[in-house]
């Protein structure tokens, strides 16, 4: 039953055209479900896959990784689903055409204001009551990631708030309202000159790793498997790396 | 009566009631004595009740003048200033708490100002959670109270000016008794709103139990985890919030009776 | 105490302006039709509407209007009575009395005896503790008036105060405010469209037309010497404009008409419809005023028939019931119409 309310939550459904093939020419339309931390990297990748393939035509829905999962095992009609939750994504992995395989990693860092006004320099600095620390809240993602980070180094941390998704968290600091938030790597490289990055050597082993697989039930499974193959390349390993991402 | 009332009705109602009904169905009963034990649980459900309270209080203090100038003022653009007041209404609620940090923020227009004057930061105080649910909630309060103005006749305030009451005596001893029910009806729905308010808090107070974590928040949170905690949640909030609207109105039944 | 304005407002098709005096005690009736402007003009005496000219001048020294300042309604020792009332519903009968009282800073307590007083000169003891709701139409208006002169107001203003009534409640408020306003020290207003209200309880009455002063005078010389078609229908005459020479009056819009007195240059005839005598064929003897004249519309007005007669002369004629159902009058017939000479009033225009 909660797969059944996330679903209503997700709201959208996913419609793909069937496939239609000449000359191995790839062609129809190319479904990809994605975690919405991969909206740049994918929406950039997609573009190419179409000025190289005219006849295809390549839809994403971005949204929670959850989400994702739960429109996967209600049958949504996709091609292609990359996770940032391996758990998640093993849920749904009997729905698969192959093994899923992790493409990129993400971590943590301590995002700042640009200029660092209240000059924190490291974990320590996020357990001292003086400063105004956002964190994402526990029952997310990158809050549960959190909590580990801390309890690797053996630090209580003193938010001021617990924030409902990574992207709230930012937003605070991108407008000045706390000194600090641990955020996502990648979350730092899309937020631009508005905020500043500091690396946690803590953080290091507490990574969110991305599995990626084509569906057992893809509409479109060439076009899917084109897709798979251009993030695995060495242009889609660097547009990963270039928005944050660890490469395994 | 006639169909063409009654079938819209039933559907209307069938369309509000069975989103609720799918909730009490759903909901494990079993846990609701242990969810509702929960730490933090009665935390939330007091500050939502408090900070909903202090907001239409807010919204009396500021809405019920602000209604009485644009029914009744001769200020040129009050047409403007009447589409001003409902930005909120239309404004996503996300937006607005960023709104609010821009203008009441650490570094906003007049929080930087008070920040470096005292120290004090707004964001992420309860004092935050009462401003961001008055913001979204003030504008039911205001055109509630507007219409029942513009609905009363003005002519019983002439009426009171030749008896030797100035504007203001007028005001409270003619205008705001004849609009009563109309006050009650805005100040039920602003509280009502700013109960279930999510957006523009989660945004502008930030979400921290006990002191900016209301209900709402507390719920979004839970669903992400456990959605049928969250469920429960919900209900408790439903529960408590519609017991004190049944509460207030037969008060407010109890003294409209006098008329 | 006296009260002299001028009153001067433009207000979309309205232009209206006005002079009007009262006198210490004396009560002044304003007639109209409707859309006149007479309310606009009480509007603007309670100080509810800035005027865009003229002056409103109190007791010969208080400027309540002038081109220079403009006192707000508040500030005037007034009262005012409105046609449905305006009781404050959510306050009991003694507090909307006592209310003017209290504004003007007289103790609770103090204002509720002094409204209690006021209610029983009004007649309405026992029902001070009511809601306004739970009174009739005359206790309320009756209520209405105490509320307004328990201040003691220099000036009375009092809007179309019995037409919101039924004819029998009418009567006894009617006879009820002629009393009250007998008593009434200062100057007072009353605006109404009802020429029996204007009879009964004013001194000195002004016609309002189109927002210009018309006729002005006392009751009886309005009533006898009606000036425009409005006031007659109003007093129950028929107006005809002419001129005279002589015994004979040349009608404006053609015939003549003799009269009993000498009189010359141009003048106005009026004529009681229950003078004009109605038969089939030419009334021997020899009349000086007889007309051939066609019926076009008959109706019953109590135990008369009012019968609007068309031809040389527009003239009503009211004839009995018995005397219509012998002549056996229908629409269309042609009848002949005299009127003695004796009858017919005569005033320079």
Known sequence: ?????????????????????????????????????????????????????????????????????????????????????????????????????????????????????????GLADLADPGRTIALCATEVPCGAAAARVFDAAGLTPAPDTLEQDVRAALTKVQLGEVDAALVYA?????????????????????????????????????????????????AGRRALADAGFRLP | MPAPLLVPALLGVAFLVLPLLGLLVRAPWSEIGPQLARPGVGEALRLSLVSATLATAVSLVLGVPLAWVLARSQLRGRSVLRALVTVPLVLPPVVGGVALFLVLGRQGIVGGWLYEATGFSLPFTTAAVVIAEAFVAMPFLVISVEGALRAAD?????????????????????????????????????????????????????????????????????LQRDPEAAIVLSLVLLGVSLATLLLLRDRWLGRGAVR | MSLAARVVVRRGSLQLDVELTVADGEVLAVLGPNGAGKSTVLRVLAGLLPPDGGRVVVDGDQVWDSPEEHRPAHERS????????????????????????????????????????????????????????????GQAQRAALARALVGEPRVLLLDEPLSALDARTRLTVRAELHRHLTDYAGSAVLVTHDPVDAMALATRVVVVEDGRVVQAGTP???????????????????????????????LDGGGTVAVAEDVAGPVFVAVRPESVALYLSRPAGSPRNVWPLRLVAATPHGSVVRCDLAGEVALTADVTATSFAELGLARGAEVWASVKASEVAVYPR
């Open chain 3, 78 to 137: 007034l009262g005012m009575v409105f046609q449905d009332h305006l009781l404050f519903p959510h306050l009991s009968v003694t507090d909307n009395v006592a209310f003017g009282l209290r504004t003007r800073g007289v103790r609770r307590a103090d204002a509720r005896a002094t409204a209690g007083d006021w209610l029983a000169r009004v007649s309405l003891t026992g029902l001070g503790d009511r809601r306004p709701g739970q009174l009739s139409g």
């Open chain 1, 1 to 121: 039953m909660a797969g059944a309310l996330l679903l209503v939550l997700a709201g959208c459904g996913v419609d793909s055209g069937q496939a239609t093939e000449t000359d191995g020419e790839l062609g129809g339309t190319l479904t990809v479900l994605a975690a919405a931390s991969l909206t740049d990297v994918f929406t950039d990748l997609g573009d190419q896959l179409e000025s190289d393939h005219p006849g295809l035509d390549v839809q994403f829905t971005f949204a929670g990784s959850s989400a994702l999962a739960t429109q996967v095992a209600q049958g949504a009609p996709a091609d292609v689903l990359a996770s940032a939750d391996e758990e998640l994504l093993a849920a749904v992995a009997d729905l698969g055409a192959g093994d899923p395989a992790v493409f990129a990693e993400n971590t943590l860092v301590i995002a700042v204001p640009a200029g660092n006004p209240a000059d924190v320099t």
């Open chain 2, 154 to 222: 003005a002519r019983f305030e002439d009426a009171a000016a030749t008896l030797g009451a100035d504007r203001w005596t007028t005001f409270r001893r003619v205008t705001l008794p004849l609009v009563a029910p109309g006050v009650a009806a805005g100040a039920v729905l602003c509280w009502a709103r700013a109960l279930g308010e999510f957006g523009a808090t989660i945004t502008f107070a930030g979400n921290f139990p006990g002191t900016t974590q209301t209900m709402p928040l507390a719920v979004y949170l839970t």
């Open chain 3, 220 to 250: 009886a010389e309005v009533a006898r010497r009606p000036r425009t078609d409005y006031v007659a229908r109003l007093v129950g005459l028929v107006l005809l404009a002419g001129t005279a020479a002589g015994t004979t009056v040349e």
């Open chain 1, 186 to 234: 990648t979350d730092v490289a899309a937020a631009g000159s508005t905020v500043e990055g500091i690396d946690v050597a803590e953080a290091a082993d507490v990574v969110n790793r991305y599995p990626l697989m084509v569906l057992e039930a893809a509409p479109n499974p060439q076009a899917a498997e084109a897709f798979v193959d251009l993030v695995r390349s060495d």
